[in-house]
């Protein structure tokens, strides 16, 4: 069973940085597209990046695009998301997920439905 455990959260200031780590307490997460997905308050869950189970691609919603990085570093079994110049739409609390029940092609990293094992989430909150 795949459990995951996210942290690194926390409050910033507008244009500050933070890096968000993700943790498996079960099985290796080498096996698994992985994703970090968001969710703001009264607004839809939102797929902000992710990554191939072969690490060769990567896919970043728009709003992201640019300022935010997922990168994977299996000799630690952990997920990360580098979040940088953060503004107050950031704001929101962030899942880490994998898609146990299979793996995405490339061209379909970006369809959340494929995150199928979420995280309890950690509060990011962008704010002056």
């Known amino acids: 069973q795949v459990q995951l455990i996210e942290s690194g959260g926390g409050l910033v200031q507008p244009g500050g940085s933070l890096r968000l780590s993700c943790a498996s307490s079960?099985?290796?997460?080498?096996?698994?597209?992985m994703g970090w997905l968001r969710q703001a308050p009264g607004k839809e869950r939102e797929l902000v990046a992710a990554?191939?189970?072969?690490?060769?691609?990567?896919y970043y919603a728009d709003s992201v695009k640019g300022r935010f990085t997922i990168l994977r570093v299996r000799s630690k079994n952990t997920l990360y998301l580098q979040m940088n110049s953060l503004k107050p739409e950031d704001t929101a609390v962030y899942y880490c997920?994998?898609?146990?029940?299979?793996?995405?092609?490339?061209?379909?990293?970006?369809?959340?439905?494929?995150?199928?094992?979420w995280g309890q989430g950690t509060q990011v909150t962008v704010s002056s």
């Open positions: 997920a994998a898609t146990v029940g299979g793996n995405p092609i490339a061209s379909t990293l970006g369809n959340i439905d494929k995150y199928d094992t």
């Open positions: 079960g099985r290796s997460l080498s096996g698994y597209g």
């Open positions: 990554i191939h189970v072969s690490g060769g691609s990567t």
